[in-house]
């Protein structure tokens, strides 16, 4: 056993390439109403004078090719598919008004559309949804060195940004595995977390203004380039995570901390989930300010992901690994503090093994590993995956406690997460859909995080996936008041129907 901390040797960089599911070879899901028996909602049905309307506002962005609507319909793991005959891509404020205008006067339901990326079945339809895709509203209108404030459309993807904003020497303040394909305005519509949450905190803080338009097509200015704006109700917060059942999210102001001068990772082995907790505790402690991130991976999580990627591990086998990354203005300072805290844990025993790096290509090498971590099961035959906030203590207690739970039925039960923000991610792979492993985890799962005091879902959201078992999470009162919300916003509920809330 290698018990030294080894600079990291030559390792190619790998690129981000938006992410994209290999159609071709997936296997085409049931259509999601059917699998869960869902009734139609009381909507209007699409009519040739509907699409010729759309047309004359939209013209070829007005999509009724069932071959070119076929990836809108289908989620990015291939879990939930729905038949729209309606793909519409607008590219102002004001043509989402006047779609939204007129669905609302036609009842027609509307699913709104990032880049897909979404892991709730909050981003696809149910029935013949007309999917509203944001797409084309791609543009940056402006980006200040100075106050760090990024204007842009919501249909920005979350790379293009982040290149964009470092010409400035600023970084956007959320970061995740989907960022070659995930929109902002889909984060913010859920709300997403991410690697970047332990140092940055989470879009509630960070979204310093937001234009959305209401299911009746008004358009509602709630721009602003101040974190400080205490003028009555905090309007902008009801679109942050509310997954576009509230209204479309069309522009967004964004505060960009300063790029970091100096970036160190760290990627540790360990032989169990009680040296995890020791060493997290110690890195809190020994790192302190410049501690910005820390994801933890089980050897089943890591060991799918080298394979299907064909990487080399950064360090041995071991049953548990934690990525520690510090953020700070002095390379020479944080270096000392990173190697004081990784000789101290090696000392003690807490590590077993590891390997830290601050040069540039290296740093992004094996963050792609943990990018590529939730990728890397698509080709497995099934898998179910699940999102949920735990005390940090009993982070890890629930994947042990599922397999044992599905034994024999499932192949294998991986954890891994943001373990600074206590958020675990569960996958559960098998060889195809069940009902009866379906039934044995949920409501199980949910139920356990409930008892915990944790979250049903700690970033990804409810989506159509969840809504059944808000009620287990939420206190009856705020549900009915989320509930009132709905009504307020868009009374005749032709905003993502199906999804959060059920009716
Ligand atoms: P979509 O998937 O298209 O939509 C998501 C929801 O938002 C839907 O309900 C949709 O109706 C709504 N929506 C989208 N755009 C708008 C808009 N402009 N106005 C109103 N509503 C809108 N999530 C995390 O939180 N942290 C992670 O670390 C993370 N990692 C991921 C890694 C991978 C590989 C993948 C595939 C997903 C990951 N996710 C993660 C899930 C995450 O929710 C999405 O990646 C992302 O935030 C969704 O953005 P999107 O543009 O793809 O939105």
């Known amino acids: 056993m290698l018990r030294q901390i080894t600079i990291l040797k030559q390792i190619g960089r790998m690129s981000f390439a938006p992410l994209a599911c290999n159609h071709a070879t997936r296997i085409v899901p049931d259509l999601t109403k059917d699998r869960y028996s869902v009734k139609r909602g009381d909507y209007g049905t699409l009519t040739n004078d509907d699409i010729k309307y759309f047309e004359s506002i939209l013209s070829d962005r007005c999509i009724t090719d069932k071959h070119d609507i076929e990836a809108h319909n289908i989620d990015f793991y291939y879990c939930y598919r729905g038949s729209s005959q309606l793909l519409l891509k607008p590219r102002t404020t004001e043509e989402v008004s006047v779609i939204l205008k007129h669905c609302n006067a036609r009842k027609l339901a509307v699913c709104p559309q990032g880049g897909n990326t979404g892991l709730v079945a909050g981003t696809t339809p149910i029935f013949d949804e007309i999917i509203l895709s944001m797409q084309l509203m791609n543009k940056v209108e402006h980006v ?24 400035h020497n600023l970084v956007i303040p959320i970061d995740l595995g989907a960022k070659g394909s995930c929109h902002i305005g889909g984060n913010v519509s859920t709300n997403a977390g991410g690697l970047r949450l332990l140092r940055y905190g989470n879009l509630h803080g960070n979204v310093l203004g937001i234009e959305a338009v209401k ?121 000392e503090k990173m190697s004081n805290f990784l000789e101290s844990s090696l000392s003690r025993g807490d590590i077993q093994d590891g390997t830290v790096t601050s040069d540039p290509s290296k740093v992004a090498h094996i963050w792609s590993i943990r990018e590529l971590l939730p990728t890397a099961k698509i080709n497995e035959k099934y898998f179910f995956k699940y999102d949920i906030s735990v005390p940090i203590s009993r982070f890890y207690e629930i994947v042990e406690v599922m397999r044992e739970r599905l034994g024999y039925l499932v192949y294998d039960v991986q954890g891994f997460g943001h373990m600074g923000d206590s958020n675990l991610h569960i996958n559960v792979l098998c060889d195809e859909y069940s009902e009866e492993i379906e039934k044995r985890i949920e409501p199980f799962i949910y139920e356990y995080a409930a008892k915990l005091k944790g979250s049903i879902s700690a970033e990804h959201g409810i989506g159509f996936q969840k809504r059944e078992y808000l009620k287990t999470f939420k206190q009856p009162e705020a549900l009915h008041l989320m509930k009132e919300l709905k009504l307020v916003m868009d009374p005749n509920r032709i905003l993502n129907p199906y999804k959060v809330l059920c009716d």
């Open 144 to 167: 200040d060195e100075t106050s760090g404030i990024l204007v842009c459309q919501s249909g920005c993807v979350l790379e293009k940004l982040e290149e964009r904003v470092l010409r």
């Open 215 to 335: 299911a009746d097509g008004t358009i509602l200015d709630l721009m602003s380039n101040f974190k400080k704006d205490n003028t009555g109700y905090h309007l902008k917060h009801l679109f942050i995570g509310s997954e576009g059942t509230l209204g479309v999210v069309t522009k967004l102001a964004i505060a960009c901390p300063t790029a970091s001068k100096a970036v160190n990772v760290a990627f540790l082995g360990l032989n169990s989930f009680e040296d995890v907790l020791k060493t997290f505790t110690a890195a809190k402690r020994d790192l302190g300010e410049i501690l910005s991130a820390c994801e933890m991976m089980d050897h089943q999580s890591l060991r799918i992901c080298v394979d299907h990627y064909k990487l080399k591990s950064p360090v041995g086998e071991y049953p548990f690994y934690l990525l520690l990354e510090t953020s700070g203005s002095n390379i020479k300072h944080d270096e």
